[in-house]
Nanobody
Framework: QVQLVESGGGSVQAGGSLRLSCGASGRTFSSSAMGWFRQAPGKEREFVAAIRWSGGSTFYADSVKGRFAISGDNAKNTVYLQMNSLKPEDTAVYYC??????????????????WGQGAQVIVSS
């Protein structure tokens, strides 16, 4: 069994920064991509960012482009999300995800096979 565990969430004032980390444990597997999604209270889960290991391409939701940066280590199935210039609307539970199969649609949660339990991020104004 594979477990993804997020860390680094917390509370911060608007304009501040946080760095989320996500690591895998359990059964060994090879991912083709890893990503971050978030879910705010009363809203559906939405795509935030993803990284495709082959070529290192990164993808971002328009709402976080220029403020968030995704990075990671393919060999360790570890991914990070550096969040800068945080806004109150960034408040959500952030989930990391890992996908085994190659897919051009990394913004879709259906392409991911494994999910973390979530990390709370609260941004106050």
């Amino acid at each position: 069994q594979v477990q993804l565990v997020e860390s680094g969430g917390g509370s911060v004032q608007a304009g501040g920064s946080l760095r989320l980390s996500c690591g895998a444990s359990g059964r060994t597997f090879s991912s083709s991509a890893m990503g971050w999604f978030r879910q705010a209270p009363g809203k559906e889960r939405e795509f935030v960012a993803a990284i495709r290991w082959s070529g290192g391409s990164t993808f971002y939701a328009d709402s976080v482009k220029g403020r968030f940066a995704i990075s990671g280590d393919n060999a360790k199935n570890t991914v990070y999300l550096q969040m800068n210039s945080l806004k109150p609307e960034d408040t959500a539970v952030y989930y990391c995800a890992a996908g085994v199969r190659q897919s051009p649609r990394l913004w879709r949660d259906s392409v991911y096979d494994y999910w973390g339990q979530g990390a709370q991020v609260i941004v106050s104004s």
